[in-house]
């Protein structure tokens, strides 16, 4: 069935260093594909999103590309701060006659100073 | 503009029971959707909800059930409550259906059975 895998957490990391959290996906038809973070003590917001293959969604210092022939959409970040300390799901959307949002399990993040 | 809101925020209830959790999504947000967090299965599916009809629905039981009013407001009952609907269920809403259309997620309610 349709799914997403995200790599498992937690993810520790010192500042200013690379982050790269791995998501893949199985999908019946052409997925949309989003990012959502959930910082400490709020709801789940969008980070990014990408509707079609090789769109490259970004926000905050944050990107992930749609690689279809990899069935992957991997966030990626240059430089952390404490302050991304959170915990991101991938989510794909399916039109599967109404529309339906899978997540990941998510992956929680730990910067430190 | 005010977020989606959801209430009660935290609620406790005994096996057997059946409860009731209300959204009031963002204004001029149409569609609604509800999802049960858990840290085992992680975000779950529940239902879709645009102009009062039940668009899609997640692989949960019978028990559960949603409506949503000409007012875009939607509300979720959970009949004959089992320990394991132990859960944060959250409630998101969208401009309307569709991928190009993010969610906009409330804090959610905490469910406890006991």
């Known amino acids: 069935g349709d799914s997403v895998t995200q790599m498992e957490g937690p993810v520790t990391l010192s500042e200013e260093a690379f982050l790269t959290i791995n998501c893949t996906y199985t999908a019946t038809g052409y997925p949309s594909l989003f990012w959502y973070v959930q910082y400490p003590g709020e709801g789940l917001q969008l980070l990014l999103k990408?509707?079609?293959?090789?769109d490259k969604g970004s926000n905050k210092g944050f990107e992930a590309t749609y690689r279809k022939e990899t069935t992957s959409f991997h966030l990626e970040k240059g430089s952390v701060q404490v302050s991304d300390s959170a915990v991101y799901f991938c989510?794909?959307?399916?039109?599967?006659?109404?529309?339906?949002?899978?997540f990941g399990a998510g992956t929680r993040l730990f910067v430190k100073a | 503009k005010a977020g989606v809101t959801q209430t009660p925020r935290y609620l406790i209830k005994t096996r057997g029971q059946q409860v009731t959790l209300s959204c009031s999504p963002i204004?001029?947000?149409?569609?609604v959707s509800w999802y049960q967090q858990t840290p085992g299965q992680g975000l779950q599916f529940l239902f879709e909800y645009f102009s009062e009809t039940q668009r899609n629905k997640g692989n949960f039981p019978g028990r559960f059930s949603g409506r949503q009013f000409s007012n875009s407001r939607s509300e979720m009952n959970v009949s004959t409550l089992e320990l394991g609907d132990s859960a944060l269920y959250l409630c998101?809403?969208?401009?309307?259906?569709?991928?190009?259309?993010?969610?906009?997620f409330g804090n959610g309610t905490r469910l406890t059975v006991t």
């Open positions: 989510a794909l959307v399916l039109n599967t006659g109404g529309f339906k949002t899978i």
């Open positions: 990408a509707t079609k293959a090789d």
């Open positions: 204004s001029g947000h149409r569609s």
């Open positions: 998101a809403s969208s401009l309307e259906p569709g991928n190009n259309s993010p969610l906009h």
